[in-house]
């Protein structure tokens, strides 16, 4: 009536075939597994790790001499996350390297006024002992202007002992 079909099959040219298509399918399978994972890891060797060691490097050569402007890192122009890292890092490189600039200067200016500082103080403090000896003097004018001479004088040279304190370093206690 055709209402059943038996199918009588020998079971070791099926068991065969089943095994061997199974075996073809693990090949396949371990074939493609490695192309995915070269693939992946070419990608992600690109993509992050190349530009993580770009950064890292760039870091260390700033690292060694913060003043070299050609040290600081380009960024790359890239739109991701990377990128972002790149453009800050730049700028935090810019923004170090122009203060520590500024830096030299001011400590350039300020031994500068401190030579000029210590000059000044040397010759106002002759001007101090010539200005005591004026005041001795008998002339009437002479006594009236040696005691307001002195004050400046005093008040010039203490000003200067403080401008001089204040550039000294200071070492830290033991």
Do not use: C, W
């Not at 060691?53 to 991701?80: H, Q, V, W, Y």
Request: aromatic letters at 4%; zero cysteines.
């Amino acid at each position: 009536s055709g209402d059943v079909i038996e199918i009588a099959l020998y079971e070791k040219p099926l068991r065969q075939a089943m095994i061997g298509y199974g075996i073809n399918i693990l090949i396949l399978s371990v074939i493609l597994s490695v192309i995915v994972a070269v693939l992946v890891f070419a990608t992600l060797n690109l993509v992050l790790v190349r530009p993580i060691k770009r950064l890292t490097r760039d870091m260390m050569a700033f690292r060694e001499n913060p003043e070299d402007r050609s040290r600081i890192l380009e960024p790359s122009g890239r739109s991701d996350e990377i990128g972002l890292a790149e453009r800050e890092l730049h700028d935090m490189q810019s923004d170090l390297a122009l203060m520590l600039q500024q830096k030299s200067r001011l400590a350039a200016l300020g031994l500068a006024v401190s030579k000029v500082s210590h000059d000044l103080r040397n010759m106002l403090s002759s001007a101090h002992v010539i200005s005591d000896r004026l005041a001795m003097a008998e002339d009437p004018t002479v006594k009236r202007f040696a005691p307001k001479l002195i004050v400046s004088l005093d008040r010039a040279i203490a000003f200067l002992t403080e401008t001089l304190k204040y550039g000294r370093a200071d070492e830290p206690p033991p």
